[in-house]
């Protein structure tokens, strides 16, 4: 598994399928978010306010289409108890997958938007 900073974009083909889901200004970062996808897995640090990272390890199912569906899975600590899974269309993860991108680009961590750790966690239903 490759860093984020070492990711190779994905191919053309590939990459005009997503475009018209996400905004001009995603779509310079959406053939490292594909790469990333591809690799299934990620880990990463939940950044806590005021306190230490939570160190996971993120993975998900690898399907072909933006409408597809995929399972992504978070493990905390390494710990079975601290595991939590969602499922979100793969257009909606890889979009995730951009913004982990964006926030590693600005500040050199790995982690998530607050929005994904919401779906996750169920906070919006």
Known sequence: MSTIEELKPAGRA?????MPYYSKNK?????FAISLYRQGS???NRIIEGGEG????????????PSE???CRLQFEGQA???YEVTLSNS??????????????RS?????PGGFYRKLLRFDQ
């Not at 779509?27 to 053939?31: Q, S, V």
């Open 69 to 71: 569906l995929t399972r």
């Open 27 to 31: 779509h310079n970062w959406l053939p």
């Open 108 to 112: 050199h961590l790995t982690d998530f």
């Open 81 to 83: 108890d601290l595991s």
């Open 54 to 65: 939570i160190a996971f390890v993120a993975s998900w199912y690898i399907s072909k289409l």
């Open 92 to 105: 909606e993860f890889i979009d995730y997958l951009i913004d982990v991108i964006i926030n590693f680009k």
């Open 14 to 18: 590939d990459v005009v399928l997503y």
């Open 42 to 44: 990620l880990e990463g």
